[in-house]
């Protein structure tokens, strides 16, 4: 029966980090985002190693969980590079001049007059 209770317990603590990461990806709180990511890969790696049986329904609500917030983290991304877009820096995506050496694009974008 004990490894049932520890099995929960990873669960348990895998959903409570799933709820802080999204917690963190809609506040922006990097810190939080850090420490749930940490608790989420500490919880899978127990997970892992003790798979318990019977509880496929909790883990699959578990995973849509997880990819729920890796939709919102892609969309952060995609809005923090628009905005770094808009104040004049490339994204990293290597560019090859004419003698084919790489290099890096860079947009500039004036955003005062002086």
């Known amino acids: 029966m004990q490894p049932a209770v520890a099995s929960d317990d990873a669960l348990d603590r895998l959903a409570a980090a799933l709820a802080d990461e999204r917690r963190a990806l809609l506040d922006h709180d990097i810190e939080l985002l850090v420490r749930s990511t940490q608790d989420k890969l500490q919880a899978l790696r127990h997970l892992e190693a003790d798979l318990p049986d019977g509880l496929g329904e909790r883990l699959a609500e578990l995973a849509e969980a997880n990819r729920s917030n890796g939709a919102l983290l892609a969309?952060?991304?995609?809005?923090?590079n628009w905005a770094l877009r808009h104040l004049g820096r490339a994204e990293s995506a290597p560019a090859y001049d004419a003698q084919g050496q790489a290099q890096q694009l860079q947009a500039r974008r004036e955003l005062a007059v002086v």
């Open 75 to 80: 969309r952060r991304r995609r809005e923090v």
